[in-house]
């Protein structure tokens, strides 16, 4: 008996499994999935007939219609336009009308020049667009003045005793065409007080520049300017000695082949355009003006006026 009492009882557990996961499974999170995928398809659907004009929506229609094989010329219209077989189809006459495309339609240049030369008649002759042919040629006229800008500071450069003069000289391209323009400055001064001539170092750059200038065919205006002091010595005016000094420069410049009928005007501002506003007597506002003209293309021959 004390052997018996001593054994402790045997407990047996049977645990019941469920296969399939019961009411706690994953199929509801696929269907969870179909539904919210669903969901997702209709709000964008009803998204797009929102945003859509009717015109686009007959054309929508058309396109996904049971006859989608109908041959229509036009297609499906609208945003789906596109091409078919043949002009008659199985649902021509009984399907919405398919919208005209709102795209601006293109022809090719050949067709646009044919039917310009059948308007003008058979003996007109069609001619290029003049703004097109304006716009050509100022982007050739800034290239080539670029180049000549390019090169005038390169031989300023090559010339190490005029090297120093590259600051006294201003370049830009202007509507009228490009401006060269060479100022005095405090210490290097172009000209001396009150005369005409031009010292060695202003001759000898404008002998630079005019291995460049002989190259185009441009015509040239020469200006003199003064600043607002009294001219002194034997020029009684700014004017008189600012157009001395504009020859000048046309004289040094035709020595080095470049002829007279590339001079289009030589003028003596005095000080009626100072380059400094504020004030007008500084050194600055002694300068020669080279202008490298924009040309207009030359008129034919037989062109009435």
């Known amino acids: 008996m004390t052997a018996a009492t001593n054994q402790r009882p045997i407990i047996i557990k049977k645990i019941k499994k469920i296969s399939g996961g019961g009411h706690h499974g994953g199929a509801w999170k696929v269907a969870y999935a179909d539904f919210v995928t669903a969901m997702m398809a209709f709000f964008l659907l009803m998204w797009l007939i929102n945003t859509t004009s009717p015109e686009q929506r007959r054309g929508i229609a058309e396109f996904f219609a049971p006859a989608s094989v109908s041959r229509v010329s036009s297609g499906a219209g609208g945003l789906l336009e596109g091409t078919s077989f043949a002009e008659e189809g199985v649902r021509h006459g009984h399907s919405a009308p398919v919208a005209p495309s709102s795209e601006p339609q293109y022809t090719s240049n050949a067709t646009s020049e044919n039917q310009a030369q059948s308007q003008q008649g058979p003996g007109a002759e069609s001619t290029p667009n003049e703004d097109s042919l304006a716009r050509a040629r100022t982007l050739r006229e800034n290239a080539e003045f670029a180049r000549a800008e390019i090169a005038i500071r390169q031989a300023m450069q090559d010339m190490p005793d005029i090297a120093e003069l590259s600051r006294n000289v201003i370049m830009e391209q202007t509507p009228e065409g490009l401006r060269i323009q060479i100022l005095d400055q405090e210490g290097r001064s172009m000209f001396n007080p009150g005369q005409a001539t031009l ?22 205006t020469i200006s003199g300017h003064t600043d607002g002091s009294p001219p ?25 082949g470049i002829g007279g009928e590339r001079i289009y005007e030589v003028a003596g501002r005095a000080d009626s355009e100072p380059l400094f506003t504020d004030d ?15 040309e207009a293309p030359p008129l034919p021959a037989d062109h009435a006026l």
């Open 199 to 220: 010292n060695d170092r202003a001759q000898r750059l404008l002998v630079a520049m005019s291995g460049v200038l002989s190259q185009l065919p441009n015509r040239l």
């Open 232 to 256: 002194g010595g034997r020029y009684g005016s700014n004017f008189e000695l600012s157009a001395a000094r504009a020859n000048e420069a046309r004289r040094i410049l035709a020595a080095q």
């Open 280 to 294: 007008p007597t500084l050194p600055g506002n002694r300068r020669i003006a080279i202008t490298l003209l924009r």
